[in-house]
């Protein structure tokens, strides 16, 4: 029994010793980063007992106003790093540790970042171009978009992304700045001039079906087929017809024909005839009453 005890006594003396005389070469778990050097042999310039390497002792070198922006010397940095020092000044909540690792080895590059978006607070965690607008695609949709990255995206990944056509504003109706390479291949399609947008028929809740029904205007026969360009300028724009371009449709013969049953407001064709059937005329008895009038 005595034997034994002598035998711990000796080894805890000699460990606690170690300890004292050797810490770095005892108890700690690795090499630390370069810059640390001259504190490997201080355990309690990091840590504290029971707590581990608590915030207050990293911030009693590594000033949060200054990080990025100036050394733990007090000298400018020549490469300011702006977002690292926005960073650190947006997460005062939070443990040095949380994120970032040591005893990994002499170089910073070797320490293991454990960075989440959810320690930030709600509206730095909105303001994603605050620390990211390099990474800003250059692309077409997002040159014209002003809203913060969090509108489309998740801070866990950059895809899949939730984009909402609304956030376009002005620029909502000019489809074919950003589809302009997905335009149709059909006969229809093809005819339609660049000037004329997709919302003339189509809206952004879904491409189909079409929104646009030709027969709320005007309803296509044997006779009047649905060719576009037979009555519309298919480069400027489908809100602007006429129904001069068929042989038996001249600005003359129509006046003569339209002021001999005394209608004098005939410019606006598609008002009256929703079709090419003569006897289906929309109010032309209201009309000549009116004019009669």
Known sequence: MGRNFTSFAITFVTGLAAILLFPYYVINPGVVIEDHLKIK?????????GEGAVKDKCTGCHNLNAIGLMTTDGIDRKDKNIRSNTLHNSVPGIQCFDCHTEHNGLSREN??????????????????????TPE????EIHSILKEECSYCHYTGTWKPSHFKHSLLGDNLNECSRCHANMKPEDTLHKGLGNE???????????????????SNYFRFDRNHPSNCASCHDMNRTLKTYTCYNCHEHTPSRIAKKHLKEGITDFENCVKC???????????????RKRDDD
Do not use: M, Q, Y
């Not at 929703?274 to 209201?286: A, F, P, S, V, Y």
């Open 111 to 132: 320490a293991t970042l454990k960075f989440r978006h959810d320690v930030l607070s709600g509206d730095t965690r909105k303001s994603c171009i605050n620390c990211h």
């Open 41 to 49: 042999d201080d355990c309690f310039a990091c840590h504290t007992l």
């Open 196 to 214: 004329i947008e997709c919302v003339s028929c189509h809206n952004t809740d879904g491409w189909k079906p079409s929104t646009f029904d030709h």
């Open 273 to 287: 005839h929703k079709t090419g059937d003569k006897k289906e005329t929309d109010g032309r008895e209201d009309r």
């Open 136 to 139: 800003k695609p250059a692309d």
